[in-house]
C-alpha cells in the first residue's frame, strides 16, 4: 500500500520563523518533505492564493479544510447547507479555477457534536456544487460522539456518504508506539495502516490519518509560537494540485 507524507496546520506555510526560516522549510528540516499540506480556509492565517502558490511551486498538494462551523449550529440540515455554501463561496475568491471532485474537509473539533441530518445535508450540498465532503474528526469512539454521527448519517443516506472522505485523528503516536521518544524532532510513519474509523466503514476506507499533533513547536518573527500536525495520505488525487 503507497501512502503519502504530509502536514496540516493553522498556520501559513511561508510563515517567517525566528530562526530565518519558512514554516515550509522547518518541516523539511524536521520531517520530511510533505506531499500536501493541510491548511484551514477561515479566519486570520486562512489559506491565500499566495499561498497556494507558494506550496505548488514546492510540489506540494493543498487539502483545503473548513475551520468555519460553530458548534452550536452544528445540528440541523438547514446548518449543514448553510456550512457548504460558505465554503463554496469561499472557494471562488480563493481558487476561482479550482476543478471538480476536490475534497474539502470539515473541521469537527473535539467540543463540536454534529447531527447525523447536518452531515448528510453538508455532504450533499459540497457535492452537489462539485466538491467531495471530507471530515476532520476524532475517530475514537471513546473521545468524540463523530464516529455514532457519521454511522447514523451513513444508515440514512448511504449514497451521498459513501462518497465522503474521512480524515482520522486517532490513534495518535504514542497510543500505538507507547516506546516512542518525544524527545526526537522526527517521528517516523506508522509502519502499518492502522487508525480508528465509524463503525459503517473498515479502515482501509480511511482517506487520511494524523498520527502525530503539535510537532516542533517554533517561533516565528512575531513572537507567536506555532506547531504543525503529521499525517498520512492513502490517495492524493482528491486534493488540490
Not at 229 to 234: F, H, T, V
Request: with cysteine; proline share 6%; hydrophobic share 40%.
Amino acid at each position: 500500500m503507497s501512502t503519502y507524507f504530509g502536514v496540516d496546520s493553522f498556520f501559513r506555510a511561508d510563515t517567517k520563523l525566528q530562526p530565518n526560516l519558512t514554516l515550509y522549510e522547518w518541516v523539511v528540516r524536521n520531517q520530511s518533505m510533505p506531499k500536501f499540506w493541510g491548511r484551514t480556509l477561515d479566519g486570520k492565517e486562512a489559506l491565500t492564493c499566495e499561498e497556494i502558490s507558494f506550496l505548488h511551486e514546492k510540489g506540494t498538494k493543498i487539502a483545503m479544510i473548513y475551520n468555519g462551523a460553530e458548534k452550536d449550529s452544528m445540528s440541523t440540515e438547514e446548518n449543514g447547507i448553510d456550512d457548504a455554501k460558505n465554503i463554496h463561496y469561499m472557494l471562488q475568491s480563493i481558487a476561482p479555477s479550482l476543478p471538480e471532485n476536490k475534497a474539502v474537509f470539515l473541521l469537527i473539533a473535539e467540543d463540536y457534536n454534529p447531527s447525523a441530518d447536518y452531515l448528510i445535508a453538508f455532504a450533499s450540498i459540497l457535492n452537489e456544487n462539485g466538491h467531495i465532503a471530507g471530515f476532520y474528526a476524532i475517530t475514537d469512539s471513546n473521545l468524540h460522539n463523530f464516529n455514532h454521527a457519521f454511522a447514523q448519517a451513513f444508515l440514512k443516506a448511504p449514497e451521498i456518504m459513501q462518497r465522503c472522505l474521512i480524515w482520522a485523528r486517532e490513534p495518535v503516536m504514542l497510543d500505538f508506539e507507547p516506546k516512542a521518544d518525544k524527545r526526537e524532532a522526527h517521528t517516523p510513519p506508522p509502519n502499518e495502516w492502522k487508525p480508528f474509523s465509524p463503525s459503517c466503514l473498515s479502515r482501509s476506507d480511511i482517506a487520511f490519518w494524523q498520527y502525530d499533533r503539535h510537532k516542533d513547536p517554533v517561533y516565528n518573527t512575531e513572537d507567536g509560537l506555532i506547531d504543525y500536525n503529521i499525517n498520512l495520505a492513502r490517495n492524493s488525487d482528491l486534493i488540490l494540485d
